[in-house]
């Protein structure tokens, strides 16, 4: 689905597929072009300002946000019903991947080689100078995401 608004100053656009999903951690990090993916995003990320990317096994959103440039930044709400159960989906997704990147962390889990989201992680944590800071971090997400979730799911009750 592709999805486009006009919000004042602004245009919203918004990409939705059901594949399978992808690692989000490539919106974070440099472009390499060593790596055979990234690129789209790296384009996307200069022609907007602002890119949201929520990917779970349940699909893919991309969200794009284009200001003009002498306008202040604005919240602009997304007018279109709520997905609970795919937001669902995601934060449990995204709370096994933080309590991995802990486990990663601490020791209790070695890295794969060739899981994107480990490398990366362990990247960010040997490049810290605050290593308990990254980990506290990833535990106050934990904990954040998990309240939401539960909202979430006493809302669907």
Same mark, same amino acid.
């Given at each position: 689905?592709?999805?486009?608004?006009?919000?004042?100053?602004?245009?919203?656009?918004?990409?939705?597929?059901?594949?399978?999903?992808?690692?989000?951690?490539?919106?974070?990090? =440099?472009? $390499? &072009?060593?790596?055979?993916? /990234?690129?789209?995003?790296?384009?996307? +990320?200069?022609?907007?300002?602002?890119? *949201?990317?929520?990917?779970?096994?349940?699909?893919?959103?991309?969200?794009?946000?284009?200001?003009?440039?002498?306008?202040?930044?604005?919240?602009?709400?997304?007018?279109? =019903?709520? $997905? &609970?159960?795919?937001?669902? /989906?995601?934060?449990?997704?995204?709370? +096994?991947?933080?309590?991995?990147?802990? *486990?990663?962390?601490?020791?209790?889990?070695?890295?794969?080689?060739?899981?994107?989201?480990?490398?990366?992680?362990?990247?960010?944590?040997?490049?810290?100078?605050?290593?308990?800071?990254?980990?506290?971090?990833?535990?106050?997400?934990?904990?954040?995401?998990?309240?939401?979730?539960?909202?979430?799911? *006493?809302?669907?009750?």
């Amino acid at each position: 689905a592709v999805r486009f608004q006009l919000a004042g100053d602004e245009i919203v656009a918004e990409v939705e597929d059901d594949g399978s999903g992808f690692d989000t951690a490539i919106v974070e990090r =440099p472009y $390499r &072009p060593t790596e055979s993916s /990234g690129r789209g995003m790296l384009l996307m +990320r200069s022609l907007v300002d602002v890119l *949201e990317c929520t990917s779970g096994p349940g699909g893919t959103t991309v969200r794009m946000v284009k200001r003009r440039p002498d306008v202040r930044p604005s919240v602009v709400p997304w007018p279109g =019903p709520s $997905r &609970p159960r795919r937001a669902i /989906g995601h934060l449990k997704q995204t709370i +096994r991947r933080y309590q991995r990147d802990v *486990e990663l962390m601490t020791g209790q889990l070695s890295p794969a080689p060739d899981n994107l989201d480990d490398l990366t992680i362990m990247e960010a944590f040997a490049a810290t100078t605050n290593k308990q800071g990254l980990i506290s971090d990833r535990k106050l997400r934990i904990k954040t995401l998990e309240a939401t979730l539960e909202i979430l799911q *006493e809302g669907l009750d």
